[in-house]
């Protein structure tokens, strides 16, 4: 099939709307981890650095990762997608059932499957019927909810579940323990642990890199190898390749984007249907890597949470993945010490303080004087109290999303036509 043509200027438009700065983004990476490292070396909470928080933290990030990735994939295309968590329960059923009967790769793909039949209703109502696409975003977390009921009734029940559980699953995927690095097996033999020597040694900067890193590297599952990947496949495909092109084209202009041969049905089924699959498989992580068994409510809004962590990143894969990031660290930091959780806030001071200097010489008053006001507030409260209530820490991340929409919502840009309903051969008026 013929795609149409790729030197026109409506979609060199949509390729120029994405591109990242990634030395920019390399430079903040570097800046918080020497400030997170001071904070570290200043209130003597080891655990704000450590491995283990670090790999707790990837683990809580993927599922909200794979769903920020599905809506950059429908939104990018023009289709709003809060049906995100409806999707991702899917997955949770089906891949808690695929791996049930028949092992864990099966629930993995049955997983992948329940998500995107989830995504393929929505996209027939919203693509071909011009349903509001919020409403049906809406009606697709109902009505997961209720199949998923009403499946797990007919098929766990009397079999070791219940009407809100599954029996227990017993996942045989793949994990792995980088050598050297992080002490895996090499040739049959035990390998050195370096990082984690490096860690126990407990020097600035380079113990606490050497702690992250190590993080990422113990008892890695495959699906989270898989996950992270995801981001720089998706980066590439929809900027670099002509489909990615065309399926970007349709949220910046689908008019202009039919006028110069763009399928956009098709391009937007596409989106849609990917968005849908890569919820399904954060449902499937939850089940097999996470948790072991399905229970009812088992997403625990992490698919609104990816839609949160979607507008963070700028609908943009690396923008996703810090976001993703900022929620796993902050939860994992939670479940790890409340102590380091009081000792965040220093690090959140120290930050903002920055952040509303560099806003201020930026001539950007608004921003520059409601950061250090906050970063001022944020250090008074690290000076008089020694613990933080835990309802705070799990709101953290959505404050600080809600703080970036206000204080940053200049430099965010959602696709043209996101959320517009299109209709084939007339014009939006």
């Known amino acids: 099939m013929s795609w149409g043509t790729t030197d026109t200027s409506a979609l060199e438009a949509a390729q120029s709307a994405g591109r990242v700065n990634i030395r920019r983004i390399l430079l903040l990476v570097g800046w918080a981890i020497i400030l997170l490292s001071a904070v570290r070396w200043v209130t003597a909470e080891p655990e704000l650095t450590s491995s283990n928080t670090s790999g707790a933290a990837l683990r809580l990030a993927v599922p909200i990762l794979l769903a920020a ?30 791996g049930w009967q028949y092992g864990a790769w ?17 996209a027939v ?63 049959g033999w035990q390998s050195p642990d370096a990082l984690g020597w490096l ?16 993080g990422f590297m113990v008892d890695l599952s495959i699906l989270t190898l898989i996950s992270l990947l995801l981001v720089p496949a998706t980066w590439f495909f929809l900027w670099r390749t002509r489909l990615g092109l065309r399926m970007r084209s349709g949220g910046e202009n689908p008019w202009a984007a039919e006028s110069l041969g ?12 990917i968005s849908g699959a890569l919820a399904g498989l954060a449902g499937a992580f939850l089940v097999l890597e996470a948790a072991g068994i399905y229970r009812e409510g088992q997403t625990g809004g992490r698919g609104f949470i990816g839609l949160a962590a979607m ?14 990031g900022l929620f796993g660290y902050t939860d994992a930091l939670n479940l790890r010490s409340a102590q380091a959780v009081h000792a965040l806030l220093l690090f959140v ?18 921003g520059g004087v409601l ?26 991340p959505y404050v600080a999303t809600l703080l970036v929409l206000a204080v940053a919502s200049q430099q965010l840009r959602m696709p043209t036509y996101d959320g517009v309903t299109f209709r084939k051969g007339s014009q939006i008026s």
């Open 199 to 214: 860690e126990r040694q407990h020097w600035f900067l380079l113990s606490d890199v050497g702690a992250l890193f190590r």
């Open 311 to 324: 507008i963070f990143g700028n609908w943009r894969p690396s923008g996703a993945l810090a976001a993703a």
């Open 106 to 122: 099966w629930g993995v793909g049955l997983g992948v499957a329940g998500g995107a039949a989830g995504a393929l209703v929505h």
């Open 349 to 366: 001071a120290v930050a903002l303080v920055a952040l509303g200097s560099w806003y201020l010489y930026k001539r950007r008053i608004f």
């Open 125 to 187: 109502a919203t693509v071909n019927f011009g349903v509001n696409q919020i409403v049906s975003g809406v009606a697709i977390n109902i009505l997961a909810a209720g199949v998923a009921r009403f499946l797990s009734v007919v098929a766990f029940t009397g079999a070791g579940g219940g009407a809100t559980q599954s029996p227990q699953v017993t996942s045989q995927l793949p994990r792995l323990t980088v050598p050297v690095l992080a002490g895996g097996e090499l040739f």
């Open 69 to 98: 990735l599905g809506g950059i994939y429908s939104e990018r295309t023009g289709v709003a997608n809060i049906g995100l968590e409806g999707m991702m329960i899917l997955g949770t059923w089906f891949g808690a059932w695929g």
């Open 371 to 396: 950061s250090l006001l906050l970063g001022g507030l944020t250090f008074v409260w690290f000076t008089v109290s020694d613990t933080v209530p835990r309802q705070f820490v799990f709101i953290t």
């Open 262 to 273: 763009v399928r956009v049905y098709t391009v937007k089924y596409i989106g849609v249907l």
